[in-house]
């Protein structure tokens, strides 16, 4: 029976830390190699037979996944917030954070990370690339408005965005200089390309063979459309992974951070570990689900009355969370069952 082989992996831009033990501890080898393809496929052919090796989730750690799994007898990623917490030391360089990469791996106290597939990640991207249109769009939409406020120029706040209006302010208002002209066409001609593109990337993903149906399904619940359900399944991958509900709000970052001591607890801010991109989608849809579903409209009323319109958003976001783990986990589409109050004869 052959022993296995532990391989610690310190990841970076240009280089890769490693340190490969046996599993009574004892250092086999380590050393860095640079960040590539072909140095990774020699360095694999120096490797003892069986191995496995963990690497800390950075920025790069997702190629260097892809490269490594069809050649490990497992490969794991680590959590760097609570990885940092079991590693801390005084002396800190990429060859001591290889070691102990591979000794939390070989003493199986190694924080795993879920990795979403292959496919997944690279819809992600996708999706994430689009949100950074959005982001780019709504910028060039701000400084229209900057543009008009400096030169003291008058304009309908909610018209302005408007192809028609936006022509007529060019073309008739005085105000408008020579100067300005080219600045302001230019960036509505940038507000128009961007939206085209968004709404190209959001349709691609929608007719995605590995999207679509689990897409449609999530979509039958109130108040989710199309980016709100493209988010959890691209985010969430694997909807098996959460155990309970609450894991799934705590991911979202729908939940504030806790600290008790001696009977005493302290409910902290919204907690800061959580998928950023799923919170500002979820937190969107919320403020917006009141308007098309009573029942979350319900929520947020029994929410607003205690006085705060924030906590009835955050309400009714948990609330879509539950909704949509109990479809995504049954794939079966969202039903609605509505209680009737019966008087007893």
């Known amino acids: 029976m052959q022993s296995m082989y532990y391989i610690g992996l310190d990841v970076h831009k240009k280089t890769i830390s490693y340190c490969v033990k ?16 072909l140095d990774l496929d020699r360095w694999m052919r120096t490797l003892p037979q069986p191995w496995t090796a963990a690497m800390e989730a950075t ?19 680590a959590h760097p917030l609570m990885l940092r917490a079991i590693a801390a030391a005084k002396k800190k360089n990429d060859r ?13 106290f190694l924080p795993e990370s879920y990795m979403a597939s292959t496919q997944i990640r690279e819809r992600r991207r996708t999706l994430r690339y689009r949100n950074l249109l959005v982001r780019q769009a709504v910028q060039m939409k701000n400084k229209i408005a900057v543009l008009l406020m400096e030169a003291g120029v008058s304009y309908n706040k909610q018209k302005l965005h408007k ?23 230019l960036c509505r001609e940038t ?3 961007l939206g085209k593109t968004e709404n190209a990337l959001v349709r691609s993903l929608q007719r995605d063979r590995l999207l679509a149906e689990r897409v449609e399904r999530l979509m039958t619940i109130p108040a989710v459309g199309p980016i709100t359900a493209l988010t959890w399944a691209l985010e969430v991958g694997d909807v098996a992974r959460f155990s309970s509900i609450k894991k ?17 607890i302290q409910r902290m801010p919204l907690s800061k570990q959580r998928n950023k991109h799923l919170q500002t989608i979820l937190i969107e849809a919320a403020k917006m689900a009141p308007r098309n579903s009573p029942e979350l409209a319900l929520v947020y009323d029994k929410e607003k009355r205690r006085g705060n319109a924030n906590r009835a958003t955050l309400a009714v976001a948990r609330k879509m969370v539950a909704y949509l783990v109990a479809v995504d986990r049954r794939q079966k589409e ?8 019966r008087s007893a004869a």
């Open 22 to 37: 046996d599993g009574s501890g004892h250092i086999h080898s380590q050393g860095a190699i640079p960040a590539t393809r």
């Open 59 to 77: 920025l790069f750690t997702g190629w260097i996944y892809d490269h490594l799994l069809p050649h490990a007898a497992a490969l794991k990623v």
């Open 96 to 108: 001591i954070d290889a070691n102990k990469i591979a000794d939390c791996l070989r003493c199986d």
């Open 163 to 185: 192809v028609k209006y936006f022509r007529e302010l060019l073309a008739t208002n005085p105000d408008i200089d020579e100067g300005l002209r080219p600045l302001l066409s």
């Open 191 to 193: 507000v128009v390309r």
């Open 248 to 264: 799934a709000i705590r991911y979202g970052g729908l939940c504030g951070a806790e600290k008790s001591s001696a009977n005493i």
């Open 334 to 341: 969202f039903l609605v069952i509505e209680n009737k109050n």
